[in-house]
């Protein structure tokens, strides 16, 4: 059977772009040691931007529960019993399946 040249150009530039994607998709380098440099406002904010910062800090340091809206699938009573690598707010260790 012949195939048209087109649907065979299709074909390779697909597998092309497929392979290409596999060789540049993005991994967890994972927990990073040192000094976290995180976790406080960036420097130079307002006393306004600063003091709604420290408010948003203190909301993710909350103890929340349902009745505050916990959903059916959050596991545990703060956004900051996971979000602490490298500091509070920072990404999660947890992995889940």
Same mark, same amino acid.
């Given at each position: 059977?012949?195939?048209?040249?087109?649907s065979r150009?299709?074909?390779c530039l697909s597998g092309i772009a497929f392979l290409a994607s596999l060789?540049?998709?993005?991994?967890?380098?994972?927990?990073r040691g040192g000094p976290s440099?995180?976790?406080?406002?960036?420097? !130079?904010? @307002?006393?306004a931007l600063t003091a709604a910062f420290n408010l948003g800090l203190t909301n993710f340091?909350?103890?929340e529960d349902v009745s505050d809206g916990l959903g059916p699938r959050?596991?545990?009573n703060?956004?900051?019993?996971?979000?602490?690598?490298p500091a509070v707010g !920072?990404? @999660?260790v947890v992995r889940r399946k």
């Open positions: 059977m012949h195939v048209p040249i087109i150009l299709k074909w060789c540049l998709a993005q991994t967890d380098p994972g927990v440099g995180a976790g406080g406002p960036v420097a !130079g904010l @307002s006393t340091q909350e103890v959050f596991n545990s703060s956004c900051v019993s996971c979000h602490t690598q !920072g990404t @999660s």
